[in-house]
């Protein structure tokens, strides 16, 4: 079997063309979402938002809406424990979010032990991308597509956001209204990412392309470019690793993700052994 | 031009609780335009409070604020303040360049996606020019030694066209070398007319580029010129009797 019947055979299906393309879009939107959230040291909060959201997902299952609306009500909803719960108390920020996603995320698996089949619990918390339908692939596409665009018009405000708050306040910016909005964004990506890698694995895609690309350049808009190539070319051969030898998609994606993690990481420190050595 | 008479920043009788702890009390101070000013007191004492206070980031519980002769709100809105932070605050690894960090000091005059114009291109270089940082501008800010740093941050602030620039630590870090670079820096802006604040632990050469000195312990205890502020009694009392290596004016 030569290199083009390796690529092309898949796609005679439709299901892998959806999967492949919602997977990309997926990926493109995480990436870019990802070069903020490590710059800002949001990784956890994205594990927070992310496993929050499980009972979201099922109450929406119950009551028969879109369970994008369901992940969306309980992400914001766990924002807002998190910093209720913060401001009233002396505990530190990753131990309040590590009680409120923990104690959301159990209460999801409650509900969802009552209600659902053991094989819809493995699609929510691992992702079913090749069984999506067309409606939630195109709901996928369209909030991955209205963040990313988003995201890169406001990419210098929330870049400063990022770096230096207090000059940005300082000159009249509302750093309330940046912070919410990241966090709104960051909300939307995580329902929209759901059925691709699912609850558990979404915080890689939310954070390994940017660690990626900040390893390799020292420039934002670079940074920008190579996490959102790293993460669609994870996402594509992801998809067809996925196809090719019957595993879970977003395992694999995130995976493959992780192993081009894993060459940038050897390449700097390769890089910074030789200019020692050469020095 | 800057009315001479008039004052920076006034604050009169202004209170900061932060939930059970209050950070100043009844604190009052009036800095005069053209001014170089150093701001000394222990850590906790309510120094970087007062500087919240100036840039309008904490609203006092007590008492009023005008900066430039405007609520902070509108100076907020006009740039009248710049700060320049702390070197150990500041992520030097972050992906900005010295051109994207002075570019930065132009956001709050650009349009909501802050697409720089030929006017804020032109101001950044010119910044850049003025603090002798023009031939680092495409350097990634970790690149640079500890003054350079802190004078991209003071570009930033003219590129912003701040008429007060506010400087919480400045010398922490540097060397004696880069530590003269920059009072020399500042006191020519100072000579432009800008207004210049700073905070400082370096008690030893204080006298030598501030022309005003305040003390502040929970509230400013005492501000004025040099001179008459900057003495055994004073700074005594605002460390606590701490102060037996430091040479005073009188």
Known sequence: ?279 | MIDKTKHAIEIHNVSVRYRDFTALRDASISIPHGTFSGVIGMNGAGKSTLFKVIMGLVEPSHGTVQVCERSTHDAQRLGCVAYVPQNETVDWDFPVSVHDVVMMGRYGVQNIFRTPSEEDVAKVSQALHRVGMHEYKDRQIGELSGGQRKRVFVARALAQGADILLLDEPFAGIDAKSEKALTDLLLTLKEEGKTIVLSTHELTSLSEYCDHVALVKKTVIAYGPTHEVFTRDLVSQTFDGMVHRIRFAQ
Not at chain 1, 76 to 99: P, Y
Not at chain 1, 162 to 188: K, M
Not at chain 1, 253 to 258: D, G, N, P, T
């Open chain 1, 1 to 279: 079997m030569d290199i083009l019947t390796l690529i092309l055979e898949p796609l005679q299906y439709a299901f892998m063309t959806k999967a492949i393309m919602v997977s990309a879009a997926v990926g493109a939107v995480c990436a870019i979402l990802s070069c903020f959230l490590i710059l800002k040291g949001w990784s956890l909060l994205g594990d927070a938002i992310s496993h929050a959201v499980l009972p979201g997902v099922v109450l929406a299952y119950i009551i028969g809406i879109p369970y994008s609306i369901g992940a969306f009500v309980f992400a914001l909803l766990a924002v807002f424990i998190i910093g209720v719960v913060k401001s009233n108390t002396k505990i530190k920020e990753d131990a309040v979010m590590g009680i409120v996603f923990t104690t959301l995320f159990a209460f999801g698996l409650i509900l969802i032990s009552r209600t659902v089949s053991s094989v819809d619990l493995m699609h929510v918390l691992f992702g079913y991308v090749l069984g999506i339908s067309d409606a939630a692939a195109l709901y996928t596409m369209i909030a991955a597509g209205a963040v990313a665009l988003v995201v890169l018009a406001f990419r210098r405000t929330l870049l400063l956001y990022c770096f230096d708050p207090i000059h940005a306040q300082s000159i009249g910016i509302s750093t309330t209204l940046v912070h919410y909005a990241l966090l709104v964004l960051l909300a939307i990506t995580i329902t929209a990412s759901l059925q691709t890698v699912g609850i558990i694995l979404v915080i890689a895609m939310l954070i390994t392309p940017g660690s990626t690309a900040f390893l390799l350049t020292k420039r934002f808009p670079a940074m920008l470019a190579i996490a959102v190539c790293v993460s669609v070319v994870s996402s594509v051969i992801g998809a067809y690793t996925s196809y090719y030898l019957d595993v879970s998609t977003g395992g694999s994606i995130v995976f493959i993700q992780s192993m081009l993690f894993l060459v940038a990481f050897a390449y700097t420190l390769l890089h910074t052994r030789l200019s020692i050595w050469r020095a």
